[in-house]
Nanobody, 123 residues
Framework: VQLQASGGGLVQPGGSLRLSCAVSGFTLEDFAIGWWREAPGKGREGVSCISRRGGSARLAESVKGRFAISRDNAQNLAYLQMNNVKPEDTAVYFC?????????????????WGQGTQVTVSS
């Protein structure tokens, strides 16, 4: 099982960034897929999740109206579109999977974590 997150980098406040997650080793449509983040000095928090077939999504209050999640099961890919980013969005972002629902932002009976990609929002 492998989840490879990419697309992080340095972005100015108010800018946009799109993170990608490439999945291998399991059938993506069997699970929800989510994005978590870990900011310096803080614990990990769930940011967004999308259901197995993409029919529903969940967003944390802190990113509602700014972030959007999507997935392409045929390509084994998931995305996190980040718009109007803020300095407080600075964190390492992880794509996760293994849960059948978004109750735990993509985690569940199995907990699959990618290696993370750094996002830094700064002018």
């Amino acid at each position: 099982v492998q989840l490879q997150a990419s697309g992080g980098g340095l972005v100015q406040p108010g800018g946009s960034l799109r993170l990608s997650c490439a999945v291998s080793g399991f059938t993506l449509e069997d699970f929800a897929i989510g994005w978590w983040r870990e900011a310096p000095g803080k614990g990990r928090e769930g940011v967004s999740c999308i259901s197995r077939r993409g029919g529903s999504a969940r967003l944390a209050e802190s990113v509602k109206g700014r972030f959007a999640i999507s997935r392409d099961n045929a390509q084994n890919l998931a995305y996190l579109q980040m718009n109007n980013v803020k300095p407080e969005d600075t964190a390492v972002y992880f794509c996760v999977s293994g849960g059948e629902t978004c109750d735990e932002y993509g985690l569940g009976d199995h907990n699959y974590w990618g290696q993370g990609t750094q996002v830094t929002v700064s002018s």
